[in-house]
């Protein structure tokens, strides 16, 4: 077998609603075989992974894989169970795994959800190989491989001070993302987003991150505030260390200035050779040391958040129980073999590592590694209490004295810290204090109070969101997507355009690039997960549009988890021959998803005119009963729409010439299509719907009625670039859109049949598209022009040069072959051979690849953009001038 590709589908996605692990997997020779063929491989794979046994498969019970195993699997099948079962296994609680066929012979999209991105990675890359060496009946050894994952999940997952934070967020309902390989993250969504690194937010003040990190600064600021605080100084040289020995006396403590995790720190220091060695130590990691006075008691953590105590923990030091016959050595591989405990700050609790430090600090008692202590002699390993050096620690922090809790909460003020980290000693945290304060710490571990060694586990990852989220909020923002096959670019606009109407900014992705406000910030196709997150992730906007494309949704996923408003303008056949898609039902498949992810109670938008938008009414997945249904279409007459109504439903049709909104019974005229420049009048009805689409959207988002009428009176053509622009040139016209399938050709016809000139239509197809799509869009263009021009597109998408217009011209031969067809490769070209035609009164619609280049072309020879075609139609008449001659629009009522 041979991986493809892997990659990570962030958001909700067709496989699951949960960020999955998607291995594209060629099984290249055993593409035609079955595990059914190899009764022993399954015979070995259970044993070497006898848990497996337990997966249900589709059966829908335990056995379930066993049995498919039995009967005849595909073996890229197997290999997502033995993904899961190794990250199962390891501790990993994610059991989801989906195996879909991914077009090409013997190739497969293979997704598992995870519990560690990276780790999965790696262990969904190595379960290829496992399942072929248990094939080849070659020997496994899986320790080598856990180990790998351990190290590679404690390298690249979240700290546990931010997984802390970051799980009370998602138990809120707050939206959050990983911005880095780190611990950057951001929590909520636009202008409620907050930022997180550890324990570190977006409020923290950097003065207050430097004050801290200098302890001399520190513990001037708190005595200066009457906070007790340990006697001494800071020293540059062994001489003033020395000097500040010899003022606060043994036993001492030597640490950096601005040191961490307790490195560098020598505690119990009595005599001056001790303070030398320990000044070395201190040295190599700050400029500047500490020579303080050791005070008397147990060493606790006090965790402070927003100027309140949330937790509390006493800290001891990490020691060892001896059995009398063990070594000290021996004790050590025992405590650091406790699951519990790993080489940072990954788990709980962390091991103790048998290096200089350790071996100095027992020789200090007498001892060495090679010591057998007694049976029940505890022997203490670390002389500080930090969980970094394998300490343990025990919640206290429903008996600390409120005198003390008073302190603290005071000194983490003093110094302006949002979220504090206060070391004291005292003789008992549960009486007064009798020690002092000897430091406080930015971006504290959360770790010893979410999972304390004794006692209760503290919510403080919680405390700390509730410090930046108002409890109760779910720091999100109005969230509109909008997918479909054909106008959905169209709609996506419009709606931006009506909520902006409506005094909100918007940030909007589409096929021309994201929109924040005003302003283009970015151009490019771009309506996948990481537009969407882009413009989530703007404190600036209020409420987001997204386009949700087909190709967008199977490479990243969605890139939002819940919408407000979900709309679909049509699911016609478009990208069949794609990304293993075939028939119209693995596009409504696609596209469903955005239905399926509307939250609960938001609003659903559908297309009653097309029969595959409509049918998501009905979609076990979408489960219309959670939402409210906003059905579109131009006559209420129509079956879908009549029968919503009369159920009280919500519904947005033409009647007389006007946009009206109907609930059950009651009608309300929202705005005259003559009134509406990109209807073209009411001729254009697919533009109508998509008038009605945003309408829907935008009344769902909160604008009104009298909004939505004024700004659809503003939006014109050249607010919609690309999409049925309509330039004068001469005595004729050109139509410039993007339409690529049967059914934006045919929608076209609408608008220009009747036309009394040449009508040309210069069209293209995409060559991804499978050789049906390509026939069927030559006869669309036959039906509607008699007179095409067949164009290339730049990118071939795999095909030949050539192979599509030859195609095409043989579908348009075969269906009518009376229509004249040429064949000029370069759309620009063609445009420009045709631009006397067009001045002598010919109506030319284009379908572009580049609309850069036809502009350009258009703007060069002068030709004006216009709102309507002329011609003699009911309705009231307007004047207009355009390319140097005089014409009238009449825009009829529809």
Partial sequence: MRIANVRTLSGPNVYHYRPVILMELDLEELADVTTASYPRFIERLLELLPGLTGHHCSKG????????MMEGTMFGHVVEHVAIELESMLGGRATHGKTRAAGARGVYNVAVRFSSEHGMTYLLEEAVGLVDDVLADR?????????RYRAISADKDLGPSTAAIVEAAAQRRIPWRRLDDGNLVQLGHGRHRRLIDAAVSDATSLIAVDTVGDKQRTKAALHEAGVPVPAGGSARTLEEALRLFEQVGPPAVVKPLDGNKGKGISLGVTSEEELTAAFARAAERSGVVLVEEQLAGRDYRVLVVNGCMVAASERRPCEVQGDGVSTVSA????????PLRGEDHELPLTRVPKDDQLSAYLARSGLDLEHVPAAGAAVRLRANANLSAGA?????TDVVHPATQRMCERAASLVGLDICGVDLVTSDISEPLDGGILELNASPGLRMHVAPSRGQPRDVGGAIVDSLVLPGSEARIPICSVTGTNGKTTVTRLIAHLVSAGGERVGMTSTDGIRVGADMVRLGDLTGAASARSVLADPTVEVAVLET??????????????????????????HLGQDGLETLDDLVWIKSLVGERVRDGGTLVLNADDEASASLALNERVDASRLELAFFGVDPAGSVLSAHLVNGGRAYFVRAGWVVEAVG??????????????????????????????????RALGVTRGAVAAALATFRSELNPGRVNLYAHGDGYVLVDYGHNAAALRAMGEVVAGWPGPLIGVVGVPGDRNDDLVTEVARAAA?????????????LRGRQRGEVARLMRAAIVSAAPGVRVDVVPEACRALGDLLDEVAGGALVALFYESLSEVTTLL????????????????????????????WRATPGAN
Wanted: proline share 5%.
């Fill in 139 to 147: 020997q496994v050894d899986l320790e080598p491989l856990f180990e």
């Fill in 331 to 338: 004790l050590v591989d025992v405590l650091n073999s406790d």
């Fill in 61 to 68: 019970r335990a056995g379930g894989l066993v049995e498919r």
């Fill in 549 to 574: 494309a087909r190709g967008g949704i199977l490479r990243r996923g969605l890139g939002y988890d819940w919408s407000d408003v979900g709309v679909i303008t049509n699911i016609t056949a478009d």
């Fill in 665 to 698: 019974g009651r009608e309300h005229s929202v705005v005259r299509l003559v009134d509406v420049p990109l209807t073209m009048g009411g001729l254009a009805s697919f533009q109508v719907q998509n008038v009605l689409a945003a309408t829907a959207a935008a």
């Fill in 859 to 886: 703007d060069s020879v002068g030709a004006l953009q216009v709102d309507a075609l002329p011609g003699p139609r009911p309705g009231p008449r307007r004047r207009r001038r355009g390319a140097g001659r005089e």
């Fill in 783 to 795: 039906e509607v022009f008699p007179h095409v021009v067949l164009r290339e597109d730049d990118d």
């Fill in 392 to 396: 343990t620690a025990i919640d206290v």
